[in-house]
């Protein structure tokens, strides 16, 4: 069973830096491509960012390009989401994502407020 539990989530001040974590059970993070999305109050859900499987590079979303940083403990087997640079705008839940096996599995989300 494919379980994944965000962490890290907080209430910060513009400029800050937070830390998201997803601990995965029933997958390898390191053979998965892990993702990470966010939801913001009355938007849709949308991409953030991703760590490809085996190494194969990272992807960001252009309004988190430079600031975040996505990345993996094989040992832990989590995956995690440095945002740096926070501003009011990416304000919102935070989820990560894994597709296996066909399969969609979604955290339950953490939430990140940026505030002054």
């Known amino acids: 069973q494919v379980r994944l539990v965000e962490s890290g989530g907080d209430l910060v001040q513009p400029g800050d830096s937070l830390r998201l974590s997803c601990a995965a059970s029933g997958i390898m993070v390191g053979t998965s491509h892990m993702n990470w999305f966010r939801q913001a109050p009355g938007k849709e859900r949308e991409f953030v960012a991703r760590?490809?499987?085996?190494?194969?590079?990272?992807d960001y979303a252009d309004s988190v390009k430079g600031r975040f940083t996505v990345s993996r403990d094989y040992a832990k087997n989590t995956a995690y989401l440095q945002m740096n640079a926070l501003k009011p705008e990416d304000t919102a839940i935070y989820y990560c994502?894994?597709?296996?096996?066909?399969?969609?599995?979604w955290g339950q989300g953490t939430q990140v407020t940026v505030s002054s």
């Open positions: 760590i490809l499987n085996g190494g194969a590079g990272t």
């Open positions: 994502n894994v597709v296996f096996r066909g399969h969609t599995y």
